[in-house]
């Protein structure tokens, strides 16, 4: 579980990361370039549409092809925004696709005006030029009187409303064409004059109408909302991916945030190994060196035990021969042993005999404590209570006690669950340790305490040196546990009663732990694991 | 160096900006007419299919009829008779106009019901033939010709879109260039003989230009149909035209304005094919729609140069369309 974690939470983070990647892009970028392209198009479409309608109203159009090309481009340019248009979403989308819509009519009106355009224009060019040619022929021949004045009338009638368009200059050219009208019943030669006017005055109005419709800003006005609604819908869309690229931005954030946490757990998990691995080659160091020592341990112990044996034999020696070499200095003046003079010797011997004596316990107890290091043996297995095994240790110590602290606590937990393992030694481990923390103490009014504890989470039960002393110094805390390392050569210490209690407590399947701050003391833990019967057996009693 | 700029350049840029207002001099004085170009581009993989297409009577129900029925492109494009006749055998309310040339106007049918070539044809298919187009598919699917030519060039084989879209393209590649009138119109001032010629000035003096003009000579706008006198014929049922489409009032009896290329081989005429002669033809145009009675000399000259548009298919001239009934 462990292992597939961060592997799931990487490609979790990295999936985010490509999702929000797609999401970040502008929307719809080809889509909006071709309708914009449509859109400009249609504009230019538009334009030539205008221009052609107004030069067929100037009669100067030839004919009427460009016009219907420009209709066509237009409905596919319509066409085009509409198909492309579908493909857009969201709010600002409908918005698009309704002025497309509004668009489309103006268009389609516009379409439809341009075809009236071009069929009531073409009538009106025609009926402009039967009139003028009308005009001319009656002109030249007529001139009996109210004819004459008659077509003169219309003639500046139609000439007048041609310019102007005015509703009186309309009105004028109307009553003129209906008296021409009138008359052409008797003169039937001025009937084209009539109609053709007639049809002039009709046409003009539609087209001119027609031309303004068609050359109005209404569709301009389409165009111009639909362009601003494609800004607007591109904006919109630009915020959108911006939003999403700030969460592109944050997730990369936490991936490298996750990343540089796997990193640190590494070098962490890294360090541990490393420590461990140096706990490995220490321990087979310890194992090497005990090997080593209890082979030397036996050696010096057998010459020792002679040496031992002959300095008692060689004090009572010295006891009796005393007494033969007073004799002999009462009766002769003065003699020397080793050239010193025997008055002198007699004191000295005796106390080069205890010396000796004194170096040979001396290094048998040195051997004794590197045996117990090298090969403490297993003893007997027992079940125990530390607090009677504390007790006991504390009992052995009372003297030294009193001697160094005003101060000694004592604290024992109820109920301890039992240990199993060799008692004496636990008490060896108690009796360092307390000698230790007393012995670290500069003056009497600086406290010892023990304690005694039970961790439920770690199935162990546990005890606390705590002293006011002196401290260890940084750079000893790893060493303790080495043979003959001592801080206390001066006072005679081995530098070996750390290491006897780390070797105990090992084999105790125990954990040894000192804390310490230089100038305000140290504090000894040791816990030893219990065994689950002894737990049950300890919840029995505490649930009565 | 100085002389070669003054003596050789400065003429000659005066020439050519002489040359070039001359060029749109002449371009301003241009005719309202114009020829037919005498290629057209067009896929012709995409036309060939049209054209079996055009040809096969597998588009209409009873496997009778085909587009060429009543387009026939060697009776000019068109069956000859005043009104087309469905499938069924009814007639039909209009006359048949010819398909060459389709794709020069704007818009199609007397009515202007269908603005591009596809929606012509698929309005037909199943307005006129009344066949529906899964059918129409499913009886060219059983064709492996048409499938594997199809497949070959069209993205996505035969569908109806593709269908409509061979059979534009044949529509688009059946021009007929190359009359002797755009011959004249490409400066070859002697290929019109002096009446024919003075026939085009009468044409363009009478006003009848100004419907049919541009590249089809009509075929780009409607127009009322009667301007000076009601034209409804008491015979048929009245058309009404353009305003079944649209609704608006000033489209009745409004028809799409036709084209006259061909129109010599083309009769009969009108939308409801009632007039079979031509030279009663344009003299009914310039009554009705000029409000003149045209001279008979002018008329005739008229229909001479009316002849000089008749034009040529595979390069061969269009033959008259003899008025016959079908069997």
């Not at chain 1, 109203?57 to 340019?77: K, Q, V």
């Not at chain 1, 040894?512 to 919840?539: M, N, W, Y």
């Amino acid at each position: 579980m462990i292992k597939g974690r961060p592997f799931a939470i990487v490609a979790g983070l990295v999936l985010l990361l490509t999702y929000l990647f797609i999401e970040s892009r502008p929307p719809d970028h080809g889509v909006r370039a071709l309708m914009q392209q449509a859109l400009q198009n249609m504009q230019l479409h538009e334009a030539e549409l205008n221009r052609d309608v107004l030069m067929a109203r100037a009669g100067l159009l030839r004919n009427y092809d460009s016009l219907g090309r420009s209709a066509r481009e237009l409905a596919d340019d319509v066409e085009t925004l509409k198909v492309q248009s579908t493909v857009l979403s969201g709010k600002k989308a409908g918005v698009i696709r309704n002025e497309i819509a509004a668009l489309s009519a103006g268009i389609q009106n516009k379409l439809t005006w341009v075809e009236y355009l071009k069929s009531d224009n073409a009538l009106l060019r025609n009926s402009v030029a039967y009139f003028n040619q009308s005009m001319r022929s009656v002109g030249v021949e007529g001139n009996t009187g109210r004819r004459s004045i008659e077509v003169a009338k219309l003639s500046h009638a139609m000439l007048q409303f041609v310019q102007s368009q005015e509703p009186g200059a309309k009105k004028e050219a109307q009553a003129a064409l209906t008296r021409i009208s009138a008359l052409s019943k008797e003169q039937p030669d001025l009937k084209p004059l009539a109609v053709h006017g007639q049809v002039v005055v009709k046409m003009l109005a539609s087209v001119d109408a027609l031309l303004a419709h068609v050359v109005s800003p209404s569709t301009g006005d389409h165009e111009e909302a639909l362009q601003h609604a494609m800004l607007a819908y591109a904006a919109e869309g630009e915020r959108r991916a911006q939003g999403f690229r700030l969460l592109l931005y944050l997730v990369a954030l936490v991936l490298l945030a996750y990343v540089l946490h796997l990193i640190a757990r590494l070098r962490a998990r890294a360090r541990e190994l490393r420590r461990k691995e140096m706990q490995l080659i220490q321990a087979n160091k310890m194992t090497s060196l005990g090997t080593l020592v209890s082979s030397i341990a036996h050696e010096i112990n057998n010459p020792n035990q002679i040496v031992l044996m002959n300095s008692g034999v060689l004090a009572s020696a010295w006891t009796d021969a005393a007494v033969v070499l007073d004799n002999v200095r009462n009766d002769q003046a003065q003699f020397s042993l080793a050239a010193i003079p025997y008055c002198e010797m007699r004191e000295t011997i005796p106390q080069l005999i205890q010396e000796i004596e004194d170096g040979a316990r001396r290094i048998e107890r040195i051997v004794s404590d590197l045996k117990t290091f090298a090969r403490p043996g297993r003893g007997i297995q027992e079940r125990f209570h530390l607090n009677d095994v504390v007790q006991r240790a504390l009992r052995l110590l009372t003297h030294l006690v009193h001697k160094k602290t005003d101060d000694f606590q004592l604290r024992l937990a109820d109920n301890l669950p039992y240990l199993e393992g060799n008692s004496q030694q636990i008490e060896q481990v108690i009796v360092n340790l307390v000698i230790n923390a007393l012995e670290a103490l500069p003056d009497r009014r600086r406290s010892v305490t023990v304690t005694t504890y039970f961790d439920a989470t770690r199935r162990a039960v546990g005890l606390d040196v705590q002293d006011d002393g002196v401290g260890i110094a940084e750079e000893h805390l790893s060493r303790l546990g080495e043979p003959f390392f001592t801080t206390k050569e001066a006072t005679g210490g081995t530098g070996l009663g750390l290491a006897i209690t780390t070797t105990l407590i090992r084999m105790h399947n125990g954990r040894l732990d000192f804390v310490s701050t230089p100038g305000k003391g140290t504090r000894a833990r040791i816990e030893l694991p219990c065994h689950e019967q002894a737990l049950e057996f300890v919840k029995l009693e505490r649930d009565g | 160096m100085r002389r070669f700029w003054v003596h050789v350049l400065i003429p000659v840029t005066i020439a050519g900006s002489l040359a070039f207002l001359q060029r749109t001099g002449v371009a301003q004085t241009e005719e309202p007419i114009r020829p037919i170009p005498p290629k057209v581009g067009f896929d012709s993989d995409r036309a060939a299919i049209g054209e079996r297409l055009f040809h096969d009577v597998r588009l209409s129900p009873g496997r009778q009829e085909s587009c060429a029925s009543c387009h026939p492109l060697d009776h000019g494009g068109m069956d000859g008779l005043p009104v087309a006749m469905r499938p069924d055998g009814s007639s039909h309310l209009r006359n048949t106009p010819t398909v060459f040339n389709a794709a020069l106007n704007t818009t199609y049918n007397w009515d202007g019901v269908a603005h591009t070539l596809e929606s012509h044809a698929d309005r037909i298919i199943r307005k006129l033939m009344k066949i529906s187009w899964n059918e129409v598919i499913a009886r060219l699917r059983s064709d492996s010709d048409y499938t594997s030519a199809f497949r070959a060039f069209y993205k996505d084989g035969l569908t109806r879109a593709n269908i409509l879209d061979a059979l534009a393209t044949f529509e688009r590649s059946i021009i007929t260039p190359n009359c002797r009138f755009d011959r004249f119109l490409r400066g070859q001032q002697d290929t019109l003989t002096e009446r024919e010629a003075r026939g085009y000035q009468l044409f363009k003096r009478y006003g009848c230009i100004t419907c049919h003009q541009g590249i089809n000579v009509g075929g780009n706008l409607y127009q009322k149909f009667g301007v000076f006198k009601d034209m409804a014929s008491h015979k048929a049922p009245i058309d009404l035209g353009r305003i079944r489409i649209t609704n608006v009032p000033r489209d009745e009896e409004v028809f799409r304005v036709p084209s006259l290329r061909n129109v010599a081989v083309t009769a009969p005429y009108f939308h409801d094919g009632r007039e079979p002669d031509l030279t009663k033809a344009v003299e009914t145009m310039a009554k009705v729609q000029l409000g003149k009675a045209l001279p008979h000399e002018h008329a005739d000259l008229i229909v001479e140069f009316l002849r000089t548009l008749t034009g040529e298919f595979r390069g061969a001239l269009l033959p008259a369309c003899t008025m016959e009934v079908r069997p």
